[in-house]
Each structure stands twice: as C-alpha cells, then as structure tokens.
C-alpha cells in the first residue's frame, strides 16, 4: 500500500513537471509570434534601456567610469527579470480560469510557467554579457558566482510571484500596488548607483532591499574582483522558501475556488 502511494505521488509530480514545461514553451512561443522581431526583444529592451540610463548618468549627471555600460547593463538585466516575473504573476492565473472548464490544470503551474520564461530571458541575456566581458576583457565574470546569484533570484522571485498572483486574484486593485512598488524599487534599489554611494549608517538597511541586493551581488559576480555576501544571500533563499512555502500552500488550498474571484 505504501509502495503504491510512492508510486502515485511520483506519477503526479512528473505529470505536473510536464505540464509546467509544455505550458512554458508554449508561453515562450507566443511572446516570441506577437512582435515581427520576435526574440531580439527580449535582447533589445535591456540594450535600449542602458543606452538611455548611461546618456542620464554620463551626458547630465556627468559620472562616468570604465565599465558604466555594463554595470547599468547587469543591474538592468536583474531588475527587468524581477519586474516583469513577478509583476507578470498579476495575470498568471487567469488563463487557468479559462482552461478550467476543459482542462483541469493546477494554478500555480501558470506561476511557475510564467517565472521560467522570465529566467530564460535572464540566462540569454547573461549569456550575451558573459560573451561580451570576455570579449572586450572589462569585467571579472564568475560563472559559479553569477549561478549562485542566478539561484537565489529565481527562488525568491518564484516566492514572490505566488503570493502577488494569489492576492491580485483576490483583490485585483493589488495590481496597481505592485505597479507603483516597482517604480520606487526601480530609483531606491541601486539601478543606476553603485552600494558605495550610500551613506555607509544606510548600507545594511539598503542591502535588506531584495533588489538592491541581488542586483549588487549580480555585479560582483560579472564584473568586480570581489566575493558575494553569503550570509545575505542565504538569509534571502530562507525567506524565499517561507514565502513560497505560503503562498503554494494557499494557491492549492484555494486552487477551486479562484474562479470566483476572477470571473
């Protein structure tokens, strides 16, 4: 009896594992066939964005360093996938809703589906930078450093993206909150300013920011000769596995009766 229980929770993991990759791909194939150039806009905004950023921080603010480029570049890359995973778990759900009538597919393999796209953005896009450092010899890229980083910021974005799809389904007014969250986490979380240009009394408080810290940590990882800050990371993947053990808990508790609040 209990081999056949084994039996049946391993069938069910590998059936949810495939729905999770055929709804991915799937996802990934519909953001590609929506625009004419498909895929080179997953490349071009982060590129785009940089070039805007290093005209305001180099031709106005007059800063300007060796490898200004790239560590606008790098922290773009980490904010834009944390922005759009977890701003995108808004509407994670509602394509369930639709399904639900002819197929039934747990909710948040919709959460996960969408955060995995993301992440395949983020991996061709450190792909391209990690071509381009070595290329041109202006950062020290570290591959076991960037996977570390790379881990904790797709578990903490898989957390985050559950909770934010769970109550955007209950109160869908909560979209406009997350909204305007990233728009101050974009100015406050060391996009365009290095750690060392905060005061040195604010430099734990702003490491506490998740942001800050994964787009600080992702920098050294790719472009300084320095070694990342373990002890916040690993306080980080702590509280990432509590919130996404909350909100996994509550997306299949509530999993039935979502559609209620969404329909």
Same mark, same amino acid.
């Given at each position: 009896m209990r081999k056949t229980?084994?039996?049946?929770?391993i069938s069910q993991v590998i059936t949810a594992l495939e729905?999770?990759?055929?709804?991915? !791909? !799937?996802?990934i194939r519909q953001s590609v066939k929506n625009y004419t150039f498909g895929i080179v806009w997953w490349l071009a905004d982060p590129v785009i964005n940089t070039v805007i950023l290093y005209l305001v921080t180099v031709v106005v603010m007059g800063r300007r360093t060796q490898d200004t480029a790239v560590f606008l570049l790098v922290g773009l890359l980490m904010f834009r996938f944390l922005?759009?995973?977890i701003s995108g778990a808004c509407t994670s759900i509602i394509p369930a809703i639709g399904l639900s009538n002819r197929l039934y597919i747990p909710?948040?393999?919709? !959460?996960?589906?969408? &955060?995995?796209?993301?992440?395949l953005k983020l991996f061709i896009g450190i792909l391209l930078l990690f071509m381009g450092i070595s290329l041109f010899d202006i950062g020290h890229f570290s591959i076991l450093q960037t996977l570390i980083v790379t881990f &904790?910021? !797709?578990?903490?974005?898989?957390?985050?993206?559950?909770i934010v799809a769970l109550v955007t389904a209950i109160i869908p007014d909560f979209r406009l909150i997350v909204g305007y969250t990233f728009r101050a986490l974009f100015f &406050?979380?060391?996009?365009?300013?290095?750690?060392?240009? &905060?005061?040195?009394?604010?430099?734990n408080l702003f490491l506490m920011n998740p942001f800050a810290l994964l787009m600080h940590e992702l920098r050294i990882a790719m472009i300084y000769p320095d070694s990342l800050n373990l002890n916040l990371l690993g306080n980080l993947i702590l509280i990432s596995l509590a919130m996404g053990v909350i909100g996994y808990f509550w997306l299949v508790r509530l999993d039935r009766s979502l559609p209620k609040y969404v329909l």
């Open positions: 229980n084994q039996a049946s929770t729905y999770i990759c055929r709804l991915t !791909v !799937v996802q922005q759009t995973a909710k948040h393999a919709f !959460v996960i589906r969408d &955060v995995l796209a993301e992440m &904790v910021a !797709v578990l903490f974005t898989l957390a985050s993206a559950s &406050v979380s060391g996009t365009f300013f290095s750690l060392e240009r &905060v005061p040195e009394e604010w430099k």
